[in-house]
Structure formats: structure tokens, C-alpha cells
């Protein structure tokens, strides 16, 4: 927290802000700026940029009170100052009818506080009240201090010019001469325009059904999004969406949208309040919270970011996607498209040895893979799950001289290497856990629930830090080693940390995840060539904040490639193709059952980073023939697919017998469409498939990577006519799919 004293205010000060550095695939993207001014008169602080503007203001009470969130206003609109709403009777008085913008919980607040704690002496009433602000940067800090004790709040507000994504959060300082508990600490509340009538989208999920899209109406009362354990969680993922009226349309529409970026235990509150007004408040999970702030102490909460569209939900995730490859990914401004990769564990699980992945990678290099990735089963006394976890020496029986020989064969092969771990786990049979039973996260005398015979490490602790840097710091010196799958299998249970004082046991829920983002920090800096997957059984741990040290994710252990169709779909209203894995496996499914044909498997998983998982020992030469043939027409696709504008066609939602999905280059050049048939019933045709997002005027030639025309189409044609006119796939039958390409033969991009 920066240490500023209370300035006079200036006049009105301009800041400009530069543009942030994009990718060449953004070339495209116009210049953009973002201003953040304040109005020294009426004392409103407003940040623009993109098509966005944010206001809020200091009110007559000295509170910061919000102003408005939504489309770009004219620069020279000047917003009424903040003024403070009335009582609604002796009921609800004015500190709970006025919305602000981070609201201590104090002084008769009924709604969602930002911050709630107890002083030693019992108080628990906090009242926070402008003290100042500074801009650096791209960047608005706005200092707050309780009425009377030196409990002081710094909210920052940073505002990304290509897309108006405002990334905000809170470092909440102790200054008082004791410690204070805070019960709850959210980086920023969000408040809507007043409106009756919105619709609001959140994911939810278990293990192998991750990111299903759901749909409510918002009324009055709470809707409560969150994990408490530990992590992310399959069950719901830390991002909403809010659309005016009933919502639903790709295209159009008002939309508010966030995520916040953090991977232990979080919660985002949906609040419509007794005078309707709708707020979305999120950060640490309050609950079993109680975090110890020491006498001069700080504790950052993670960043909520938000963002607007007036076009609708497809925009709204089409901005996410540009913010998470421009701004959040390790690699951002310009990551590399992910390579095809190869991984063991469907093949293989844990029966690994030097011949067998030889046999595995041969097969894999003559089919056009990049990467080949050995999975679980290759360290300590790794059998089955019930040993190894935290033993992480070559083990010896499988591999009789180490990993050199495999990974040079690997090499030879023209791939790269990639290896699993899961690196803050412990089977209670591994020599660690014999060594160090008081590492894991437990209470003192009580049983310690195992999850697939595993416990968890308590990463919060300065020793398992190191343990944990150390090794995978010594594996990655030791191996030529380009990847890492980092699993994490499992979530808390009796979350103790008796190491540590009573009082400050409940910093593991900040300090674990702290101490995670340090080491991927520090191990990404030492071995700066090293990619790293982010996986928790599937999608237990997709956020942005695991997004910014993890190069990609594993969004489902489900790999059945229609299961997967909704499993994506919900997936990319939150998060970047360019980050999501998707391999194809063997038929019938493990999880399912289900039958399908390898190319229907390959188009599914052709939609993001593509994979292959099945056991090639088993393929025949007709398999072969066409992974190979579909792996080469995907790399010459994959950079629109994965860095490009998604527009989803047709939603898989719902019981929908179809999907489509469609990419289109940033340079509008090249389109590519992905189209599903689920079952044929009573004779329907296929939808008439028209595409988005082309130039209109330009001339786009029409190649299929799989399947034919129904009805005859031109061999090129306008965009305006592939916009309008449309194609018409030829599908029927069940688990059906075709992929076409789009490709501008004349016009701008050429
Ligand atoms: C988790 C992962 C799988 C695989 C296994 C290995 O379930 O999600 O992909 O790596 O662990 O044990």
C-alpha cells in the first residue's frame, strides 16, 4: 500500500494511458486509449476505454459511491455528482440505501459489506471514508480510512484500453497498534444501472460435468456463488454474466460480466437489493474466513475483474478471450498457439516404462504430434494411487536409467516433452509423509480425511514451499523437460495449520494459494522455455488468477467428445480457446460408454488445443490415415481457433440436436466452422449454418476439412453472401460432424 498523505485535490487532472502492448494477431485491433479523470468540482472519478465507461464519486458522507457502469459516454458528458440517497423509513436508512463502491460493514449497512472485522476491544463497526487518490500509469488508487481507527483500504482500479475490462481490487492495511480480524474481505462490489429486469449466467459443475451454463432470473434476496474448499472447484467457476431483460442472444444485448482471479476458496454474491438494485460483491470466501491482520499488515485481496458489451454474450466472452491472451496468460501479449499434443494416461494410466511410451511416442510423431506428454505413474513407488504421491525420484523399475533415454528418443522423434506431476500432494505410503506427517493440512489429534488415498500439503508452510520448489526446480534442471501437466486431485478437509498460532491458522486459505502463485512464479522465471497445464481432476481449477502462471488447462477428466460439446460451450463463455485442452480418445468412451467415429472425436476436440489420448497400440491403419490427414488440417486452422473471435452459431444447450461453433481470424482472412449433428430425429434438415464476423464485402473461398454441402454453394463467394445466405451441411444420424473452412481469396486481408 502506497503511503500518501491527503493531497489538495488537483483541478482536473487527464491521465492518458498508453496503449498496452498487443500481439501481432491484434494488429488489427485500432489504437486504443483509455483516460481516467477526476473532476475536482463535482468530484467524480471516471475511467473510459474501449466502448466503456466507469463513474463513481465522493459523496456528501465522504463514502465513494457508484455512478455508472456501461456503454462509452461522450467526453464531454459531465456526470451529476454523487449525492447520497434518502431513508426508506427508520428501516433502511441512508447507509444502506446509498450503493458504494467498497462498503465496510458499519454504521446500519444491511447489504453486502466489502469488509467486515473485529477490533480486540469487541468493536466491529467500520466506516470507510475518501482519504485520497493517485493515478500511476494505466492504474487509479483511491485511499479510504475508517471514521476514527487507521484501518486503511487502497482500491485500485486498473483499466485495460483494448477492451474496457476494468481489473479491480483492494489492499486492506492495519495501522493500529493491534491486530484486527477481518471476517470478510471482497476485492470490489460492482453495481448495475437500476433496472427490474436482468438475467444472470453462472457455471456450475462436478468432476467430469464441469462448466454447464446456467440461466436465472434475477429477483430479490441473494444468489451465492462460491467454492469453501480450498481451491477453485468443479462446482461453480468464479464468473457471472448479467444481461438486461431475458437475455440468452449472442448478438445483442447489454451485458455485465466479471471473473475473479483466484484459486482457493472464493465467493461472488449476486444481490438484488429491497430497493432493487442488483450488486456483485467477490473475493475471499467469507466463510471459516476469520484472517489475522497483524499491527502493520496488509493483506491484497485478488483482482475482480469486469467488463461491458452492448452485443450480447458472444462480445461480452469474445472481450474476455482478447483480455485473457493480450493480458492474463504467462505468455500475453502473444502466447504461443498451443502444440498437438500426445498424453499417456488413457493409454497407459499408471503402467508406464521406457518401451511402452517408446512404442506410444513413435506411433504419436507419425501422425503429426508436437508434444509428448508422459502422465501419472513414472515417479516413487507409483503403482496404483494408493503410493508415490510426494516421492518424486525417477522410479527405478520403470525407467532403469532415468528419464534421459525416453526423452531423447522423444527428441529424436521431432517432439518435445512433457511430464505430469501433482506437486502439493502426499499418498499417506510415500517415504514423505513418513518423514513429515505434521506437513499436510490437518487439526491437531483429529482424523485426516484421505481423497483418493491422498492428503493435501500445507503450501502455506515456508518448508513445503521449499520442498516443493526444490524438486520440481531440480527436475526441470535435471530433464529437458518443455511441459508440465500439474494435476491437483483432490480438495481440503480439516483445514488446520497447528504450526502455526490460533489466530493465525485461517491465513492458509490466503497464504496456500499465495505460496502456489510463487512458486509457478519463481520456477517459470528460472526455467523460462517451461510450459505448465493447470489441472485439478479435469476443470477443479480454471480461473484467471491460475490463468496468469499456466500456459493452458485441462477443462474435464470427461472426454467423450459429445459430453465435451457442452463441457466447451460453457467453457468458452468464461475463457480463452487459446487455453483449453481437448484431447481425442478411445471409442466407446471410459466415462460413457458411448460409440463415435474418430472424426466426429477429432472435430469435437478440434475446437480448442488439440490432444490425442487413446491408445495407439490399438489404432488401425485407416485411424492413422485420418488423425493424420485432420492434425494437418487443424494446424493450418488451429491460430484462428485458438487466438481468433469465437462466435457461438448454435448452442449445444438445452437438449439442441446440433452445435456449431465458428473462429474467425482477427484479421477477418479466415473463418472456421465446426458443426455437430447430437441425433437426426423426424426427418428435420440440419439448420442452415450462417456465419458471423466476415467481411462482408470481400470474396471467401468454401473448403471442407470434413463432410459435404447438402445443397450446392458457390466455390467462393461474398462475405455477405456466407453471412446471409449461408451453407447447408449435409448431417444425419447420430454423433454426425463436418468442419469447413472459410478463406478470403480478395478483399482487405489479402
Ligand atoms: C487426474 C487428471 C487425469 C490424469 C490423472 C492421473 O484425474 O485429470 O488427466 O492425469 O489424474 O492420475
Keep these: 500500500m502506497r503511503t500518501q498523505k491527503l493531497r489538495a485535490l488537483a483541478a482536473v487532472a487527464v491521465f492518458a494511458v498508453s496503449l498496452f502492448a498487443t500481439s501481432a494477431a491484434y494488429a488489427a485491433v485500432e489504437a486504443a486509449k483509455a483516460s481516467i479523470t477526476f473532476d475536482a468540482q463535482s468530484k467524480v472519478f471516471r475511467l473510459d476505454a474501449a466502448g466503456v465507461s466507469y463513474a463513481f464519486g465522493i459523496n456528501d458522507r465522504n463514502e465513494l459511491q457508484p455512478l455508472y457502469w456501461g456503454a ?346 512433457g511430464l505430469w506431476v501433482e506437486p502439493e500432494m502426499v499418498n499417506p505410503d510415500s517415504d514423505l509423509y513418513r518423514k513429515h506427517p505434521d506437513w499436510v493440512i490437518h487439526f491437531t489429534g483429529r482424523p485426516r480425511t484421505e481423497g483418493r488415498t491422498q492428503m493435501v500439503l500445507n503450501l502455506a508452510r515456508p518448508d513445503v514451499r521449499e520442498y516443493v520448489l526444490g524438486f520440481l526446480d531440480k527436475l526441470l534442471s535435471e530433464n529437458q523437460i518443455a511441459f508440465l501437466k500439474w494435476d491437483y486431485n483432490r480438495n481440503w478437509s480439516e483445514p488446520g495449520w497447528p504450526a502455526v498460532g490460533n489466530a493465525e491458522q485461517k491465513q492458509l486459505y490466503v497464504k496456500y494459494t499465495q505460496n502456489l502463485y510463487g512458486i509457478l512464479a519463481e520456477l517459470r522465471a528460472k526455467h523460462p522455455g517451461v510450459e505448465i497445464e493447470s489441472c485439478s481432476g479435469g476443470g477443479g481449477r480454471v480461473d484467471l488468477g491460475i490463468l496468469h502462471y499456466t500456459d493452458e488447462v485441462w477443462p474435464s477428466d470427461n472426454t467423450d467428445p459429445f459430453d465435451r460439446l457442452s463441457i466447451q460451450n460453457g467453457y468458452t463463455y468464461a475463457y480463452t480457446p487459446g487455453a483449453m485442452m481437448a484431447w481425442v480418445t478411445d471409442s466407446p468412451n471410459w466415462a460413457n460408454r458411448r460409440t463415435t467415429s474418430l472424426e466426429y472425436r477429432m472435430l469435437s476436440s478440434m475446437q480448442g488445443g488439440l490432444g490425442i489420448g487413446a491408445n495407439l497400440n490399438k489404432w488401425q491403419a485407416e485411424d492413422f490415415a485420418t488423425a493424420k490427414r485432420l492434425i494437418a488440417a487443424y494446424k493450418s486452422v488451429r491460430e484462428t481457433v485458438q487466438h481468433g473471435s469465437l462466435y457461438r452459431l448454435i448452442s449445444p444447450v438445452g437438449g439442441s440436436e446440433q452445435s456449431v461453433t465458428e473462429s474467425v481470424s482477427p484479421d477477418k482472412s479466415q473463418a472456421v466452422v465446426f458443426a455437430f449433428l447430437h441425433s437426426s430425429s423426424l426427418l428435420y434438415p440440419y439448420p442452415t449454418i450462417r456465419l458471423r464476423g466476415l467481411d462482408a464485402a470481400a470474396e471467401y473461398r468454401l473448403d471442407w476439412i470434413e463432410g459435404k454441402a447438402a445443397q450446392p454453394v458457390p466455390a467462393s463467394a461474398s462475405g455477405a453472401f456466407w453471412m446471409s445466405h449461408g451453407v447447408d451441411a449435409l448431417l444425419f444420424g447420430d454423433f454426425q460432424a463436418a468442419g469447413f473452412t472459410l478463406t478470403q481469396v480478395s478483399g482487405k486481408g489479402k
Design 72 to 417: 462509452r459516454l461522450a467526453a464531454s458528458d459531465a456526470l451529476p455528482p454523487a449525492h447520497t440517497f434518502p431513508d426508506h423509513a427508520s428501516f433502511d436508512l441512508t447507509q444502506t440505501t446509498t450503493p458504494q463502491e467498497f462498503a465496510g460493514w458499519g454504521a446500519g449497512l444491511y447489504v453486502e459489506p466489502a469488509l467486515k472485522l473485529t477490533f480486540p476491544d469487541g468493536n466491529r463497526d467500520l466506516v470507510l471514508h475518501y482519504v485520497s487518490h493517485q493515478t500511476t500509469g494505466n492504474a487509479l488508487i483511491v485511499s479510504m480510512k475508517d471514521v476514527q481507527r487507521d484501518i486503511l483500504v487502497a482500491l485500485k482500479y486498473e483499466i485495460d484500453p483494448a477492451t474496457g475490462i476494468l481489473g479491480r481490487s483492494a489492499v486492506i492495511e492495519n495501522r493500529t497498534k493491534d491486530a484486527v480480524v477481518l471476517e470478510q474481505a471482497a476485492a470490489a462490489t460492482w453495481t448495475l444501472p437500476s433496472d427490474k429486469n436482468y438475467t444472470l449466467f453462472y457455471l456450475t459443475g462436478r468432476w467430469a460435468g464441469e462448466t454447464q451454463l446456467q440461466r436465472e432470473a434475477i429477483h430479490e434476496g441473494a444468489r451465492v456463488l462460491e467454492s469453501r474448499r480450498g481451491s477453485t472447484g468443479h462446482q461453480n467457476n468464479p464468473w457471472f454474466a448479467i444481461e438486461r431483460g431475458v437475455g440468452g442472444d449472442e448478438d445483442s444485448g447489454d451485458v455485465w460480466f466479471g471473473a475473479l482471479a483466484w484459486s482457493g476458496s472464493w465467493r461472488i454474491t449476486v444481490e438484488e437489493d429491497q430497493l432493487e438494485r442488483v450488486k456483485v460483491t467477490g473475493g475471499f470466501n467469507p466463510f471459516d474466513f476469520g484472517y489475522t491482520l497483524a499491527a502493520g499488515a496488509q493483506l491484497a485481496t485478488p483482482v475482480f475483474y469486469g467488463g461491458y458489451t452492448h452485443e450480447g454474450m458472444g462480445e461480452a466472452s469474445r472481450i474476455l478471450h482478447r483480455f485473457e491472451l493480450t493480458t492474463i496468460l504467462p505468455q500475453a501479449p502473444a502466447p504461443k498457439p498451443r502444440p498437438v499434443i500426445y498424453n499417456s494416461w488413457e493409454a497407459t494410466e499408471m503402467n508406464v516404462d521406457e518401451p511402452g511410451q517408446v512404442a506410444l511416442a513413435e506411433k504419436a510423431a507419425s501422425i503429426g504430434v508436437e508434444r509428448f506428454v508422459m502422465d501419472d505413474g513414472w515417479f516413487g513407488q507409483r503403482k496404483t494411487d494408493h503410493a508415490g504421491l510426494g516421492d518424486w525420484y525417477v522410479n527405478p523399475d520403470k525407467f532403469p536409467h532415468g528419464l534421459k533415454p525416453l526423452i531423447d528418443k522423444v527428441h529424436g522423434l521431432g517432439m518435445d516433452f
